[in-house]
Structures are given as structure tokens and as C-alpha cells.
């Protein structure tokens, strides 16, 4: 083994020099780099779609929240906190959207029923959590080209429920089944 | 007599490259890098957002000034060491001078000088690395322990002076185990060594842990590069999406800038909230999860990445380098102005080892890789002999290399590639005079036994 492994260094060396030779032959050797997508705006003056965008093509929105996306078997989902949450919802296509943002709230881990307040652009809205069903939220939304929509998420009450756990967060309710439905171009 | 003359010749040599170097640094103004250079005056141990030695070392020297005296003297000695430590193991005394002349000429060109005129890690960085190099060439031929020592102090030292380095220092100290290892039987003191080098390993990890304790750089570094690589390409996006990381990032960064895109990027809640509680490592995690994308994509990006050119390709940074003498949006700190530019008095030879053409860089490339296979071809070759442990050497460079190479293209930003290849650049020219001296040697060894 000691006299192996010198060898098979040698061998693995002198295969990725090789390579690197040939590579080098097939190489353009160009003066130009590509153009960063951060120096874009500088060169055009306005935001430019990405290269492989199809306008014809309606693009899903991007979901995020403040809570980290965690994985089931049953699919995804969020522990929202008491001190609560922000829904960000991002339109990437360069053309108006219309759609409806669902998703499901369950009871905290400790099974307290709560009031949860989603915060819209055109006021508040009230969803009750309970022990014995799921509720469901459905939120129609209008979305300008490029541009996002923000929705907070509060409850009450804010009695704290924890479970033993490394981070010690503060539970509110839990998020399932976060998804867009029919996302449609809004010209 | 012969020696006398010699070792004139010689100490004329380094005196007259060590006259060079000080007065084309005098000659320089000192650079400024708003954005890099105040950090490094933060000396801690508690989250450093650049690593100990350095922060340490530029807070001691206090002036800008000694800085510049500081890594213009480190850097020439380290130029001076590794031409000695070559010449002592090259047996004929015109192929020794070759050497001396190669080395030196690649350590007077203007993309390392410069280096020495502002106040970022690099300077410091290539002249511990040059020390690194040459008491390795040392060690391996003579394997004393009184060597191994000097050696790991400039890899800890080494260590101890970028992020990066602190991950390379492991993988010299690893293969300088290896080697011990399978040198057994020529050595005197095993035990010892190996004790030292186990010792080396676990300091290694300590700087590799203190390197990731601050997510500062590794954050900015890390979003640009999902951005950056991504965003034309929805189908790569998905992965990064589903990974957890914000879309509204994407539609930041590209926005119309009211600062920094990177700056304004990191400061929305949702990637805040992000590298915070789901960011592990996602480019490296990406790397492993494709890996034809992570052996491939530094030499052959535009198969990977559809807006990225040729010229993202790590072979040409390596050939090309990094010219920071033509870098013009550095302050000049006497005149505090971008301009006039702080290396313009700068007027060093660039020999052949850095060029402005492209035909003549694919060359430089294609002459260093074929100079190092033909290295490995002579141990083929009858009567021409090169000494293992010279085999070794090469090798454990080269690993070293491909390591930096392929680990720095993956987790650098693409855009500033030319900088962070820069030490492998060099280590890559470094690599190519051992190996030419090292070819010519045998070839005048055999010639001098066929004689006899």
C-alpha cells in the first residue's frame, strides 16, 4: 500500500494534466469575460429578463418566508413563530399575473387555537386554528411584471408554545400545502 | 576556487534582484482598496472576518508604509529562498544559474510586485506560500527533522493568513504525512515526525474552524454565485429554490442598484432569514450533487453555465493571472484619488511568464502542462533518471494545486477569478521551472555518467 499510493497519485496527477493540456488546446483564450448580471442595469438601464425567459411562458412565483422550509413525506411545510411571519410573493415573469396563494394553518405543537391575521394590500384577514380541522386560506392577488407582494402573518394569543428543541422557537401555528393556484397572465 | 566564484556570483545576483525589488516599490505609490483593505486592521480570534496573522501583523505595523517595507522585504527574501532551495538540489552548475535566473525573473514581474504596494492579503499570502515551496524542495531531498519544523511553521503560518489557506494548509500537511510515511526507511526520527505532522493537522483544523466562523465573505461569496450562475438558466435555479433560497434575491440583484447589489441583496429579511436557518454550504452541496459540474465545470464552464464564455474557464485566469498593474480603480493613498494610478511608476519586465496576448498565453499554458507530463514521461525513458523523492515533490505540488484550483473556481466569484487564481498562477509557473531544471538535469547527469 505504501508503495501503491505514490503510483496511483502519479497516474491521477498526470491524468489531470491531460486534461488540462487538452482543454487548453480546445480553449478560445477570449479577451471578454460574460457579462455579470449585476453590471446589466449599468449597460441597459433597465432590468433585463433573464436569456432563457419566454414571455409566452408563464414562470411559477417564488414563495419565500421567513421560517425555513421544512421536509415530510407529505410534503413541505413552515412553523410559523409567534413573533410572526412575512409571505413574500415574487412575480419573476416581465408580464402581469393574477392567481390565488392557498395554503393550510394547523395548531401549534402544543394544540393552542389561535386567531391568525394574514395582512394583505387591501386589509387583514382572520383564520381560526383548531385542534380538530385544518383551515384553509385562500388570497386572490394581482401582481405587476418583475415586481413582489409582501403578506404578514401575526396571532393570537401570543401565549408562547415551545417543545424541547435545539433553537427554542416560539411556535404560532403550521404552514402546509403553500401553492399558487391558477396563475394566470393579467394584461 | 570555484566555489568562491560561485557564491559571489550568487550573492551578486540576490543583491542586485533585492535592489530591484525595494526601489520599484519606492517608486510605487501605496494602493487602497476601499472595499477589502479596513478589514484588515481588525485584529481577533472571535469571528474574524479576515484571518489572525494578517490582522494581526498590519495592526502591529500601524502605518502604511512599513506594510509595504514589510511585504516587499517578506516577498524578496521568499523569492531569494526558493531559487536557493531549487539551486541546492540541481547537480550541474549551469542548469543551477538557469534556475536562479528563472525563479528570480518570474519574482520581479510587475502582477506580483504590485502586490507588495497594497495593503490585501496577497503579498503576504505568495511570499509564505514561496517559503512553503522551498522547504518542501528541501525537505523532501534531506528529510531532517530540524526541516520539517521550519516547514510546518510556514504552513501554519500559512494557515493562519487567508480563509483559503487554512483549507489548503491540511492537504500539505496530509501529503507531507503521506510522504513521511512512505519514506520510512530513510528516515531517523520517524516518530517524532509523525507526531509533529499529527500535531500540524489538528492546528490545521483549528484554523479551517476558525475560517468558517465568520460568514461575512462566505455569505457574499456564496449569494453572488447562486445569482450570478443562475439566473439565466431556470432549470439550475429550481435546485437553489428548492434548497430554500429566496427568489426575491434573484429580482434584487438585478434591480435597479440603490447600493452595493450584493449588499442589498444580503440585507432583505428573506435571505437574512435564509443564511440563518437553511444556507449549509449550497455551492459546495450543489458541486457534490452534480458531479460532472464540479470536475468539469473550472475548465470547461460554458457546457454548465450558457452566458459564461470561454474566458470563465479557470485555464485562462491560470494563464493570464492577475494584472494589478493595470487595475486602475484602486485609490492611491498619497494622492487619496483613483487616479493617478498607484503603480504607474511600476516599469518591471514582464518577461514571458505574464501576456497581454491571447495566442501567447494558450502557448504559456500548453508549454507549462507539457513540461510536467514530459516530467512524468522520463521516469519511462532509460538512463534518465530523476530522483523519487523529486517524483513525490511534483506530485504533492500538483495535488496541491489541483486542489486550490478546482476548490477556488467553485467557491470564488466568478468574476473576480483572475485575483483569486493568482497564487496558483504562480504556484503553476513555480511548478514548470522545478520541473524544466529538474528534465535538464537528468539529461546532463546522464551525459556526465556516459562520459565517465
Known amino acids: 500500500m505504501k508503495q501503491k499510493f505514490p503510483i496511483i497519485v502519479n497516474i491521477l496527477v498526470t491524468l489531470t494534466i491531460i486534461l488540462l493540456l487538452v482543454f487548453t488546446i480546445f480553449n478560445s483564450f477570449p479577451l471578454d469575460s460574460y457579462v455579470p448580471v449585476h453590471k446589466k442595469w449599468f449597460m441597459y438601464g433597465k432590468v433585463m429578463p433573464p436569456e432563457d425567459y419566454n414571455e409566452n411562458i408563464v414562470r411559477d412565483l417564488d414563495i419565500d418566508l421567513i421560517a425555513p422550509k421544512e421536509n415530510a413525506k407529505d410534503g413541505d411545510f413552515y412553523w410559523l413563530q409567534t413573533s410572526g411571519d412575512l409571505i413574500t410573493l415574487t412575480n419573476r415573469n416581465f408580464r402581469d399575473v393574477k392567481g390565488t396563494l392557498s395554503f393550510l394553518l394547523d395548531v401549534d405543537p402544543c394544540g393552542t387555537e389561535r386567531v391568525i391575521y394574514v395582512g394583505t394590500q387591501d386589509g387583514s384577514m382572520e383564520v381560526q386554528t383548531l385542534k380538530s380541522k385544518q383551515a384553509i386560506v385562500e388570497i386572490e392577488f394581482q401582481l405587476s411584471s418583475n415586481s413582489t407582494e409582501f403578506l404578514s402573518i401575526i396571532g393570537s394569543p401570543a401565549k408562547p408554545c415551545k417543545i424541547n428543541e435545539d433553537i427554542n422557537r416560539s411556535f404560532l401555528a403550521k404552514v402546509t400545502e403553500m401553492k399558487v393556484l391558477n396563475l394566470k397572465i393579467n394584461d | ?452
Open chain 2, 1 to 452: 576556487m570555484t566555489k568562491i566564484y560561485v557564491r559571489t556570483f550568487l550573492i551578486a545576483i540576490y543583491l542586485l534582484f533585492a535592489l530591484v525589488r525595494l526601489l520599484s516599490t519606492y517608486k510605487s505609490d501605496i494602493g487602497f482598496d476601499f472595499a477589502d483593505s479596513p478589514s484588515y486592521f481588525n485584529p481577533t480570534w472571535n469571528n474574524p472576518i479576515r484571518m489572525p496573522f494578517i490582522t494581526y501583523t498590519y495592526t502591529f505595523l500601524a502605518n502604511y508604509s512599513a506594510i509595504v517595507l514589510f511585504q516587499t522585504i517578506l516577498s524578496l527574501l521568499s523569492w531569494i529562498v526558493l531559487s536557493f532551495a531549487v539551486f541546492s538540489i540541481i547537480h550541474n552548475p549551469i542548469i543551477k544559474f538557469i534556475s536562479i535566473f528563472l525563479i528570480l525573473s518570474l519574482g520581479i514581474t510587475p502582477p506580483i510586485v504590485g502586490f507588495d504596494s497594497i495593503i490585501l492579503s496577497e503579498s503576504l499570502t505568495f511570499s509564505i506560500f514561496n517559503y512553503v515551496i522551498a522547504m518542501m524542495v528541501i525537505y523532501y531531498k534531506k528529510k531532517s527533522s530540524f526541516q520539517l519544523l521550519v516547514l510546518l511553521f510556514f504552513v501554519l503560518f500559512y494557515a493562519g493568513t487567508k480563509q483559503t489557506s487554512a483549507h489548503i494548509s491540511i492537504v500539505l500537511v496530509t501529503l507531507i504525512l503521506f510522504f513521511v510515511i512512505s519514506e520510512f526507511k530513510n528516515i531517523s526520527n520517524i516518530r517524532f515526525q509523525i507526531g509533529l505532522l499529527v500535531i500540524s493537522i489538528f492546528i490545521s483544523g483549528f484554523f479551517i474552524w476558525l475560517a468558517r466562523q465568520n460568514s461575512e465573505i462566505s455569505g457574499n461569496v456564496e449569494v453572488t454565485n447562486i445569482i450570478e450562475r443562475t439566473f439565466d438558466d431556470f432549470e439550475s435555479q429550481k435546485w437553489f429554490l428548492n434548497q430554500g433560497f429566496p427568489g426575491i434575491a434573484y429580482q434584487q440583484y438585478s434591480s435597479k442598484p440603490f447600493q452595493i447589489p450584493i449588499d442589498g441583496t444580503r440585507a432583505l429579511p428573506q435571505v437574512k432569514a435564509w443564511e440563518m436557518f437553511e444556507k449549509r454550504s449550497p455551492i459546495e452541496y450543489y458541486a457534490l450533487n452534480h458531479p460532472l459540474f464540479l470536475i468539469f465545470g473550472p475548465i470547461v464552464p460554458t457546457a454548465y453555465i450558457s452566458t459564461f464564455t470561454d474566458n470563465e474557464s479557470a485555464l485562462v485566469s491560470l494563464a493570464r493571472g492577475y494584472r494589478l498593474d493595470k487595475n486602475y480603480s484602486v485609490t492611491n493613498l498619497r494622492s487619496s484619488n483613483v487616479e493617478p494610478f498607484f503603480l504607474g511608476n511600476l516599469k518591471l519586465p514582464l518577461f514571458l511568464w505574464w501576456s497581454d496576448s491571447k495566442m501567447i498565453q494558450k502557448l504559456s499554458m500548453v508549454i507549462f502542462t507539457s513540461m510536467i507530463l514530459l516530467f512524468y514521461a522520463i521516469s519511462f525513458v532509460k538512463n534518465l533518471i530523476i530522483d523519487p523523492s523529486s517524483t513525490s515533490l511534483i506530485s504533492h505540488f500538483l495535488v496541491v494545486f489541483f486542489a486550490a484550483v478546482w476548490s477556488n473556481w467553485h467557491i470564488s466569484v466568478t468574476y473576480e477569478l483572475d485575483r483569486y487564481m493568482m497564487p496558483w498562477a504562480i504556484e503553476l509557473r513555480i511548478i514548470f521551472i522545478i520541473t524544466f531544471v529538474l528534465i535538464l538535469d537528468s539529461y546532463f547527469k546522464r551525459k556526465s555518467s556516459h562520459e565517465h
